[in-house]
Structures are given as C-alpha cells and as structure tokens.
C-alpha cells in the first residue's frame, strides 16, 4: 500500500496485467501509475495478490472465474476502510485493464457499494476470444 500521511481517497487494482496466475505484489522497485499518485495526489494505492494470483493457488478460481477475486478484494478493503481511519469511504475506485478490466466490471456489479468509481480498460466480453 502505497500514501503519504493524511491522505483522504484510496485508489485500487489487482494486477499490472489482469490475468490468472500473475502477480502485482513484489519486493522491486518500480516507478508506475500508483506510485506516480500516491506521492504527487491525496491517493493512497493498494496492490492485492488475491486467490487465483502468482502463488496463491488457481484452485480457488478453476470454473470460477470472477468469483473469489472480486469477493476478496471487497473484503480487504472493508477491511481497510474499517482499521485506517484516514481512508475516506466516499473515495473509493476500483481499475483494471484486461483480465483486470473484467474483475473491476465485475465487483461495480456485485451489489457490494463499496466502490464508488470504476474504470475497465479492454475488459474481457467475450470469453470464446479470451
């Protein structure tokens, strides 16, 4: 998680490229989008390595694709909203491209409202094509 002290919105994302299997935790640094708003912005970014992610397993998301990811990440950010007080709920927005696109698409459609703001780059609509 990435923010500067007293900083009021959180941003989110699962991962760089958005498929099954791949990871956006890691220990390198890199300079990206995130880090641009998290330093230059009132953002706070968070990175999340769900089930189905690089070493989480694919068990949890054979024949369940957009189950458990987008279940997790609602979770985890009730979680923060609820133990760091400085995130305003209000805030909230959720971006994916890709694979990444399509999970993003997916919890703004969960009935879950916790996220206020969406963005689905190149999401996936089409399964036969993925």
Request: glycine fraction near 12%; aromatic fraction near 10%.
């Amino acid at each position: 998680m990435l923010c500067q002290p007293g900083h009021m919105i959180t941003k989110w994302t699962k991962n760089k490229n958005g498929k099954p299997g791949s990871s956006s935790v890691s220990d390198e640094f890199e300079i990206d989008w995130g880090t641009y708003m998290s330093s230059h912005n009132d953002v706070v970014y968070v990175k999340l390595d769900v089930r189905g992610s690089k070493g989480q397993g694919k068990k949890a998301i054979y024949r369940h694709i957009g189950g458990v990811e987008v279940q997790d990440q609602i979770a985890v950010l009730r979680h923060l909203l609820d133990n760091l007080k400085f995130l305003d709920e209000t805030r909230v927005a959720v971006w994916g491209w890709g694979y990444g696109g399509y999970v993003a698409t997916m919890i703004l459609g969960s009935q879950q409202d916790v996220f206020k703001c969406g963005i689905s780059v190149s999401p996936i609509t089409d399964w036969l094509l993925y």
